[in-house]
């Protein structure tokens, strides 16, 4: 019974003015390196012509609701026996139809015919991802693709041309892709398919262009899932999919910032630096934070401030991250907010300076190439030579690496050809401290060895009585009588 029913939609379909026939397989949409919408690759449609109802037929939206519940059904595409049917085909050629009859709409799509739509979108889209099965560690880094992407493809081309269509009533549409629609969409974010996520981030991006007021929702969505990441779950599959939608979005935020926007930088953007996975997503991130600078530089103390809480103790790959990150941020500072944090972020790079991985230390001394902080080295010099000088001297004595040595060594020359005087004045205290530290070295040295000789000559024997003070009564106040 089932197949005749089907039978009969396959051969009204063409009344129904969608066409038919299967189009060639259509690469999933992607947002290019800015922020903006790629044009879908797919082959042009059929020509078609708007849906209309045929005289003595069913009406426009009875073949458009049918053709929707016959797309309601959802194949287990882990079972063999499905994987061939005629039916899973012919859903698919439905889901194409339909891709076309919306994007040849004309007429606005009545309620009905929205809510149709949201439900199907909503029952082939929105599921429970099974658990990771890796059969080895080196299966970590290969991709999952899922089987049943032959028909959410083109599920979400549906959506998508859903979304961007003008026929479509945006304020009927926001009745059924409500919030809890859109919570469940970005829950979708952690598939472990790339393709869908891709696709994901077309589909945010536009929904957050046309649906206005869902936007604030959308950011404190987004927001909740970094939390999570940050500081409950460390594991999410989209974190650079989603920073590369806002990354269109933070660039157009208004100017002056919105206070609800600053907060998004300090409470959701900086702690991400935080994971030890933060690789996988720092160049989104990195661009993020920029367009937040780029649009109110006084943030940059806020970002070096976050950058500084969150900066690697043990992770050598991380920091030499955070140290390209923190070029960038600097390239984009301005002199008074660098004078306002010269001192904890010189005493850093100091540390890094004289790390025992020579990549670390090379690459904070590669930061006195870039040409903008070089200068605002040199107008600050008086302040940042006295805290690096120690670290310049030690690596110049003691590193094990002969190119940290030779670049130790240009810096060291061109903070001399600086300020000269400077230069000697911080050689000679750095000579001072280093004759204090020597001095007090030898007075512990020296010390433990007067114990160790008394405790040669006075051992400690085994009958050890500690003395118990008496106690005191307590004190009575006198009476009056």
């Not at 063999?80 to 004309?106: F, G, H, N």
């Not at 661009?287 to 806020?302: D, R």
Request: glycine content about 4%; aromatic content about 10%; hydrophobic content about 40%.
């Amino acid at each position: 019974m089932w197949k005749q029913f089907l039978g009969k939609i396959s051969r009204k379909s063409p009344k129904s003015g969608c066409g038919g026939g299967s189009p060639p397989a259509k690469s999933p949409p992607s947002l290019g390196d800015n922020g903006a919408e790629a044009e879908l690759h797919v082959s042009p449609p059929l020509p078609v012509s708007p849906v209309s109802a045929a005289p003595g037929s069913e009406t426009r939206e009875d073949v458009f609701l049918r053709k929707l519940n016959v797309c309601c059904v959802v194949f287990d595409f882990s079972a063999e026996r499905v994987r061939d049917s005629p039916e899973m085909e012919r859903k698919r050629q439905v889901l194409v139809s339909l891709v076309d009859c919306v994007s040849a709409a004309e007429e606005p799509f009545t309620e009905a015919m929205v809510s149709a739509c949201v439900r199907m979108f909503a029952i082939n889209l929105f599921r429970v991802f099974p658990p990771k099965v890796r059969s080895s560690a080196s299966d970590e880094d290969e991709p999952f693709f899922d089987p049943s992407w032959y028909h959410l493809q083109v599920v979400y081309e549906l959506l998508l041309r859903f979304v961007m269509s003008r026929v479509i009533d945006v304020k009927v549409a926001r009745k059924y892709m409500d919030n809890s629609f859109i919570s469940r969409l970005l829950d979708l974010f952690d598939s472990d398919d790339p393709r869908e996520r891709e696709c994901l981030k077309t589909v945010l991006h536009r929904i957050y262009g046309k649906f206005m007021g869902n936007r604030p929702f959308i950011r404190k969505a987004v927001s909740n899932i970094f939390y999570r990441f940050v500081f409950e779950t460390d594991r999410h599959n989209g974190i650079a999919e989603l920073l590369e939608v806002f990354g269109s979005v933070i660039s157009g935020f208004a100017k002056p910032l919105k206070e609800e926007h600053k907060l998004f930088l300090w409470k959701a953007l900086i702690p991400l630096h935080k994971p030890k996975t933060v690789g996988v997503y720092l160049p989104q991130l990195t661009y993020c934070i920029t367009q937040f600078i780029e649009k109110e530089s006084k943030l940059t103390g806020t970002v070096i401030r976050g950058l500084l809480k969150y900066w690697p103790v043990t992770n050598s790959q991380k920091e030499m991250m955070f140290l390209g990150e923190l070029e960038e941020v600097l390239e984009l500072t301005e002199m008074a907010d660098f004078q306002k944090c010269v001192v904890p972020l010189f005493r850093r790079i100091a540390h890094c300076l004289n790390s025992s991985h020579f990549q670390v230390a090379e690459r904070a001394l590669f930061l006195w190439n870039n040409e903008h902080l070089f200068d605002l080295i040199s107008q600050n010099r008086q302040v940042i030579l006295p805290i690096i000088y120690p670290a310049l001297e030690r690596n110049a004595r003691w590193h094990w690496n002969q190119s940290v040595l030779n670049v130790t060594m240009n810096v060291r020359k061109m903070f001399f050809d600086m300020d000269e005087r400077l230069l000697l004045t911080c050689q000679s205290n750095f000579q001072e401290e280093e004759e204090k530290r020597a001095a007090s070295e030898e007075r512990r040295r020296l010390v433990w060895e007067h114990l160790e000789r008394n405790a040669v000559f006075h051992p400690v024997t085994r009958d050890i009585s500690f003395a118990v003070p008496p106690t005191s009564a307590p004190l009575v106040s006198p009476t009056m009588t």
